[in-house]
C-alpha cells in the first residue's frame, strides 16, 4: 500500500483530472488516493477486490458523495462502466492482465496513471530488438503513448517492496470508434512472440493456410519476430485474421 502523502499529491496531479471528468479507480485500498480524485472529479467509480479492505474503506470515504465504491474484480465488472481517465495502483502481478484489459478499452477514454514495477514499465516501453521487447510492449505500444514520469522509493509503501516502482502514463493513441485490440487479436500477438527467437517464416508455417502464405511479405519472412515493430506486427495480426490454418 502506498503509504506517503507526497507521491500521492504527485501521482494525482500527474493525472490532470478536470472537475468535469469521470474517474475509474482500480484497488481502493486505504482510500488516500480516492479522497484526492474525489476531490477534483465529478464521478469517481472506485473497485476494491478484498472484502475486508472493502468493508473499512467504505466506512471511512462514506462522505463523498460523488464516490461510487464497488466491490469486485474491475476487470470483470466494469466492462460497461464510461470513464475519462483511470487511475490504479494495482499488484504487480496484475500489470499485464491490466494493460491488455486497459487496451481493449482504448477508443473511449482520455488518459491512464499506473503505479507499476519499474521492470514492467521498461517492458512495455521497450524497442524491437531489445531483451525487454514481449508481446505486452506491442500491445501497449500500439494502443498507448507511454510516458515513464518519476520513480517511487521502496519507503514510500508498507510493506516495502523489494522491487524499483514507478509511475507511468499511457495515453490512447488517436484511434476512431474502436480500440485496435479485441481478445483475439491479443492472442495472434501473444502466439507470433511464442516465436520469439526464430524468424517470422516459422510462424507463418504454424499459422497461416499454405495456398495463402504467400501474401506476407517476403522481407518480414526473414526477419526474427522480436525484430518487427509494433506496427508491423498489428498489419500482421489483421493479415494472419484472415488467413489463419
Same mark, same amino acid.
Request: contains cysteine.
Given at each position: 500500500?502506498?503509504?506517503?502523502?507526497?507521491?500521492?499529491?504527485?501521482?494525482?496531479?500527474?493525472?490532470?483530472?478536470?472537475?468535469?471528468?469521470?474517474?475509474?479507480? *482500480?484497488?481502493?485500498?486505504?482510500?488516500? *488516493?480516492?479522497?484526492? =480524485?474525489?476531490?477534483?472529479?465529478?464521478?469517481? *467509480? &472506485?473497485?476494491?477486490?478484498?472484502?475486508?479492505?472493502?468493508?473499512?474503506?467504505?466506512?471511512?470515504?462514506?462522505?463523498?458523495?460523488?464516490?461510487?465504491?464497488?466491490?469486485?474484480?474491475?476487470?470483470?465488472?466494469?466492462?460497461?462502466?464510461?470513464?475519462?481517465?483511470?487511475?490504479?495502483?494495482?499488484?504487480?502481478?496484475?500489470?499485464?492482465?491490466?494493460?491488455?484489459? =486497459?487496451?481493449? $478499452?482504448?477508443?473511449?477514454?482520455?488518459?491512464?496513471?499506473? %503505479?507499476?514495477?519499474?521492470?514492467?514499465?521498461?517492458?512495455?516501453?521497450?524497442?524491437?530488438?531489445?531483451?525487454?521487447?514481449?508481446?505486452? &510492449?506491442?500491445?501497449?505500444?500500439?494502443?498507448?503513448?507511454?510516458? $515513464?514520469?518519476? #520513480?517511487?522509493?521502496?519507503?514510500?509503501?508498507?510493506? #516495502? #517492496?523489494?522491487?524499483? &516502482?514507478?509511475?507511468?502514463?499511457?495515453?490512447?493513441?488517436?484511434?476512431?470508434?474502436?480500440?485496435?485490440?479485441?481478445?483475439?487479436?491479443?492472442?495472434?500477438?501473444?502466439?507470433?512472440?511464442?516465436? $520469439?527467437?526464430?524468424?517470422?517464416?516459422?510462424?507463418?508455417?504454424?499459422?497461416?493456410?499454405?495456398?495463402?502464405?504467400?501474401?506476407?511479405?517476403?522481407?518480414?519472412? &526473414?526477419?526474427?519476430?522480436?525484430?518487427?515493430? #509494433?506496427?508491423? %506486427?498489428?498489419?500482421?495480426?489483421?493479415?494472419?485474421?484472415?488467413?489463419?490454418?
Amino acid at each position: 500500500m502506498l503509504i506517503s502523502e507526497e507521491i500521492a499529491d504527485r501521482f494525482v496531479d500527474a493525472a490532470e483530472i478536470v472537475k468535469e471528468e469521470t474517474v475509474l479507480e *482500480i484497488g481502493t485500498g486505504t482510500g488516500m *488516493i480516492t479522497r484526492r =480524485l474525489c476531490a477534483i472529479g465529478k464521478r469517481v *467509480i &472506485s473497485y476494491e477486490i478484498d472484502s475486508q479492505m472493502f468493508e473499512k474503506t467504505e466506512q471511512s470515504l462514506s462522505s463523498y458523495e460523488n464516490l461510487e465504491l464497488k466491490l469486485g474484480d474491475a476487470f470483470n465488472a466494469s466492462s460497461e462502466v464510461c470513464f475519462d481517465v483511470c487511475v490504479t495502483s494495482l499488484p504487480y502481478s496484475e500489470s499485464l492482465r491490466f494493460v491488455k484489459w =486497459l487496451s481493449m $478499452r482504448s477508443g473511449g477514454f482520455k488518459r491512464c496513471l499506473a %503505479i507499476v514495477q519499474s521492470e514492467f514499465a521498461e517492458k512495455i516501453s521497450s524497442k524491437p530488438g531489445s531483451d525487454s521487447y514481449r508481446a505486452v &510492449s506491442v500491445i501497449a505500444q500500439d494502443s498507448f503513448e507511454i510516458r $515513464r514520469l518519476f #520513480p517511487i522509493q521502496s519507503e514510500e509503501f508498507q510493506p #516495502p #517492496p523489494k522491487v524499483l &516502482s514507478e509511475v507511468v502514463k499511457m495515453t490512447p493513441k488517436k484511434i476512431p470508434h474502436q480500440p485496435f485490440f479485441d481478445s483475439k487479436r491479443i492472442l495472434l500477438v501473444n502466439q507470433l512472440f511464442s516465436f $520469439r527467437g526464430r524468424l517470422l517464416s516459422a510462424a507463418v508455417r504454424k499459422m497461416v493456410i499454405p495456398e495463402r502464405r504467400e501474401e506476407i511479405p517476403e522481407e518480414l519472412l &526473414s526477419t526474427r519476430i522480436e525484430d518487427l515493430s #509494433p506496427d508491423q %506486427i498489428a498489419d500482421l495480426t489483421l493479415k494472419i485474421e484472415s488467413i489463419m490454418a
